[in-house]
């Protein structure tokens, strides 16, 4: 049987968004298992807002919470079935669910409708994740025309839709000191596959020979699965933003960048590296990567309480534009450059995002027309690049040269915490790893 859930926990997360609804119904569903073929399944991975709110990590499940004066939590999942257990393993059955964490009821999921034409009689709102899923926009406002029906016995149906991944995402920006004890285990695990990966890495062996090895540290530490599909890049590869082919050769004289992390007890990390695949940075290499480190330090400084979201991107900026005038690569003033956006040949993304149960996390990064000011608990990622594709305004020397340094970037009171900061990232770091293999 699974570990005890910590049911305290989510039972006040569900009484906060209870708060935020002040009255009505949210009916908040898991994600679906999908088929890959025959009678396999892709590896199931709950929902993160359900799973936010519940801690209840199987298919098939969904959470209903009733604000008001007289509030409810109640599950509807799966019956026991000890014969179906046999093929697929442990599942837990409405009374245990109810029991284990922290319900206030729990049914079989066969009870799902006809249970919500009961409890969204007389409820002012209803709230769910209005247009994620067409089949549950259709099968909602039908109980919703069901529950209308009943208006000759003086039932009124909900009379506002809400979508509650709003109030959610704004409770999901904030971590907890649970989740920040899980997102730093998370960083440590990531960390120590990057030092891996640099390790094993040397010219003629393939990109997914070093993605294996990534794969192996997860799991050997109970990260099952990676956050996101791993990047492995060597040479121009690196150019590509989101290559995830991972079967070049790697050559020697070229870069490798890669862009990995774990998720661990449904958590993400988020790293990317970049070092030289035999072991030592050409001057060209190292002149291209002290300018990324410079840019990223310059924009972790950046990241601070009262600061704006875009003041570690505006950081990022100033230091890049000016390195790629040095390098030839921009011509002008570092604020001509920026105006004419002429950055963007070299480096065309903004330099982080949140970061959390899903790799680029929910929560908005504006309040009404501003950019949203950074708060202690807030996780980021920090993540600025330089990609050098060849061109007839490029250098020879720098031609293919693809560099991201990215690091999971903690906001405090105080200032900031880099939960990744153990895996190597100066030149001198980098080399003396690659040295001991």
């Keep these: 049987m699974p570990d005890m859930p910590d049911s305290a926990l989510h039972a006040e997360r569900r009484k906060r968004l209870q708060s935020r609804m002040e ?17 396999t399944h892709y590896d199931y991975r709950h929902d993160s807002h359900f799973y936010y709110l519940t801690g209840f990590a199987e298919p098939e499940a969904v959470l209903v919470l009733i604000a008001g004066e007289k509030m409810q939590s109640i599950l509807f999942c799966r019956e026991k079935n000890a014969e179906r257990e046999i093929w697929d393993g442990f599942r837990y059955g409405p009374d245990a669910a109810a029991e284990k964490f922290g319900f206030d009821a729990a049914y079989p999921i066969a009870q799902l409708d006809e249970k919500l034409i009961e409890l969204m009689g007389n409820q002012p709102t209803l709230s769910y994740p209005v247009g994620a899923d067409a089949g549950w926009d259709a099968r909602l406002l039908r109980l919703r025309e069901a529950v209308k029906a009943k208006s000759r016995s003086g039932i009124r149906p909900p009379g506002e839709i809400r979508d509650v991944r709003e109030p959610l995402a704004e409770m999901r920006l904030i971590k907890d000191a649970s989740e920040l004890d899980i997102m730093r285990r998370a960083a440590a695990i990531s960390c120590q596959a990057h030092r891996r990966a640099m390790r094993f890495t040397r010219p003629e062996r393939y990109e997914y020979e070093v993605e294996a090895e990534l794969l192996h540290e997860f799991c ?3 990260a099952r699965q990676p956050a ?19 079967d070049a050769l790697l050559r020697n004289g070229d870069l ?5 992390g774990c998720e661990l007890d449904s958590y993400a990390s988020d790293i990317t590296r970049t070092f030289p695949v035999n072991g030592k940075f050409s001057p060209a290499q190292k002149d291209v990567y002290e ?7 310059a924009a972790i400084s950046a990241a601070r309480p009262g600061k704006l979201w875009m003041a570690p991107h505006d950081a990022a900026l100033r ?21 004419t956006e002429s950055y963007k040949q070299f480096y065309m993304h903004r330099t982080g995002h949140w970061l959390g149960l899903d790799v680029h ?3 908005e990064y504006k309040v009404g027309e501003q950019w949203r000011p950074l708060q202690a608990g807030m996780t980021l990622t920090v993540e600025p690049g330089c990609y050098i594709r060849p061109g007839d305004n490029v250098p020879k020397a720098l031609w293919n040269i693809g560099i991201r340094i990215e690091d999971d970037v903690l906001i405090t009171a105080q200032g900031n915490e880099v939960l990744t900061q153990d895996a190597p990232k100066t030149v001198i770091e980098i080399e003396e790893v690659m040295r001991h293999e």
């Design 23 to 39: 009255r009505g119904i949210a009916v908040i569903p898991t994600a679906a298992e999908v088929a890959r073929n025959a009678d």
């Design 256 to 260: 490798l960048l890669i862009d990995a």
């Design 319 to 339: 230091v890049l534009s000016q390195g790629f005038i040095d390098l030839k690569l921009c011509q002008g003033s570092v604020e001509s450059v920026l105006e």
């Design 228 to 246: 996101y599909t791993s990047i492995v890049a060597g040479g121009a590869n690196a150019c590509t933003l989101h290559y995830v082919g991972n």
């Design 220 to 222: 050997r530490h109970g």
């Design 291 to 297: 300018i990324v480190l410079a840019a990223q330090t």
């Design 361 to 363: 996390d929910v929560g």
